[in-house]
T-cell receptor, first 115, second 115 residues
């Protein structure tokens, strides 16, 4: 399977703990996006990378959130001092932003539950 | 900023009938409009997309139409089958090559195919 993968698929944590999620994009894709989706809603943009550079962050991404893509391949999203409001599905998408190509392909997501 | 509204929130159709889901967007600079299908516990799957220089696009039983003047676009599914049951999301994006292609999403339509 050469699609986008995310790990873990589910994470239950206690309030105040730190969590880290990983995303492996489609291998030749230069762009990687993180979105957050709460129940019954569409995804909301958090941040994106072009290769290893983080080019834009949403105001939804508080100081407790940090994302990296150190070698322009996989990416990690860390949430420090988790709060119950962080409970959501965290989705990663990759894209080949070259020429007219703009399609974003999503992974299965990581569902975070903060108790 | 961009806002995407989607209707209806739930749509129930008889197997074999057609289903139509409608979206409106607010930012006239938006130029890319994908549709995603999301099944329970999975990430969104791109099913069809359309760009602002095209009025209609078809792929087998699925078609999308775009009316730039009215700023709305629609998804049409013909000859519906039980496996079409899922939540469908529309999205809009703007940006020039090299820019942020973040997607702004509708709230989703739960499509139920009745046998």
């Amino acid at each position: 399977d050469t699609g986008v993968s995310q790990d873990p698929r589910h994470k239950i944590t206690k309030r105040g703990q730190n969590v880290t999620f990983r995303c492996d994009p489609i291998s030749e894709h230069n762009r990687l996006y993180w979105y957050r989706q709460t129940l019954g809603q569409g995804p909301e943009f958090l941040t994106y990378f072009q290769n290893e550079a983080q080019l834009e962050k949403s105001r939804l991404l508080s100081d407790r959130f940090s994302a990296e893509r150190p070698k322009g391949s996989f990416s990690t999203l860390e949430i420090q001092r988790t709060e119950q409001g962080d409970s959501a599905m965290y989705l990663c998408a990759s894209s080949l932003a070259r020429g007219p190509a703009r399609e974003q392909y999503f992974g299965p997501g990581t569902r975070l539950t903060v108790t | 900023g961009e806002n995407v509204e989607q209707h209806p929130s739930t749509l129930s159709v008889q197997e074999g009938d057609s289903a139509v889901i409608k979206c409106t967007y607010s930012d006239s600079a938006s130029n890319y409009f994908p549709w995603y299908k999301q099944e329970l516990g999975k990430g969104p799957q791109l099913i069809i997309d359309i760009r602002s220089n095209v009025g209609e696009k078809k792929d087998q039983r699925i078609a999308v139409t775009l009316n730039k003047t009215a700023k709305h676009f629609s998804l049409h599914i013909t000859e519906t089958q039980p496996e079409d049951s899922a939540v469908y999301f529309c999205a809009a994006s703007k940006g020039q090559p090299g820019g942020n292609y973040q997607l702004i999403w509708g709230a989703g339509t739960k499509l139920i195919i009745k046998p």
